[in-house]
């Protein structure tokens, strides 16, 4: 985010048939896959793949007002994230929201209860279940056909690759309607590791596949330590981007003078750029709007004169309200080139203080729509983001891990605090007799 930087007995048919259903998609009992939905095309990636029998929703049906609120939902749960970090952080900020939104929607299909509803609130799902899944769906494929022909900053081909993934204990049992919404609306199958015996072998696992998926740019999402032996579920979303700018910069970039937040002027390469551009000189900011290749994607840059007033004020309707008064204008820009690799960061603490601490509260949250039983918490939600942006275009990539652990069992100690004189032997186990026996008075 920053440049320094974010399980079990189960009861009834229902249960017998998933965890039928489960057990025998395990390695331990299949050495062909012939019955396995495996990814044939993923061969890089770690674990036997366990996957509903419902393919994914190419097409989903939504309603246009749906998809509306809640994009605005989660443009506004963007803001909320980026305050929640500003208060904790002076330097740099940067993350994807997106990203975020996903991993936790994803996460949020498995929940019920009041830690459904504190989830809702925190996230602003303005739908039910059953509607918000789809709008992902159909979000997620919308976004999957931008920047057809066009370019990305490295000469290459325009990418944005969204890819999620969920990574499960192998003999862990879960319920066959959570695997069909993610099945269905976010077309990402179980994938089999062994925490309780190799949780630091589970880790590099999905470190890898996020490598991968995001070329490279997001390396160590999941820090050393973060899974444990109780670890039972860790849903993944990772986002790479890159494109070339619609109207290249020039290819010098002189140095120029830039005003930190600290009160400093710094010399910085700032590239610079003459073109027709929506811009906006509003109350007390100015707004342009840089086109990507292709003209499908864009970046919007606000410079406020009051930057922490601004960021209290930040809103979906605020950002409407900017983007429908942009018109088109000859601008002379001169911005900087930046590079920013944040480490992971915790948003525990965050979407705790945004009321989903139940969530994250073992014995209180409740995830039975994961497994049927209230075992399930989230013990993390971590998040890693990297940006460079030069005369040639953007890059950038995310990644979210939600962690989800098995509730530990209460165990009943007795402390025994030996403390005054007392009587002590040593005996042969197997035939009782007393080899050494003695009484102590007095350790000194």
Known sequence: MTNQYFNKTFKGLKYFLVAAFLLFSFPCCNNDGDDMNNNDDDINIPGIEVKSSLDRVTFPVIDTADLQSQVRGNNDFAFDIYRGVSEDEDGNIFFSPYSISIALAMTWAGAAGETESDMADAMNFILTQEDLHPVFNHIDLELAKRG?????????????????????????TFLASFLDVLALNYGAGLRLLDFMSDPEGARVDINSWIEEVTEGRIEELIPEGSLSALTRLVLVNAIYFNAAWLNRFDEESPMGTFHTGAGEDVLVPMMHNQENMPYLAGNGFEAVELLYDGGELSMLVIMPEDLAGFESGLTSELLADIRDNMQDKEVNLSMPSWELKGSTISLKEILSGMGMERAFTAGTADFSGMDGTKDLFISDVLHQAFIKVNEEGTEAAAATAVVMELTAMPVDVVYLRLDRPFIYLIQDKPTGQVLFLGRMIDPR
């Open 148 to 172: 057809e022909g066009a370019e990305g900053a490295d000469g290459k081909g325009f990418r944005l690759n969204i890819q999620n993934s969920i990574w499960g204990q192998t003999g862990y």
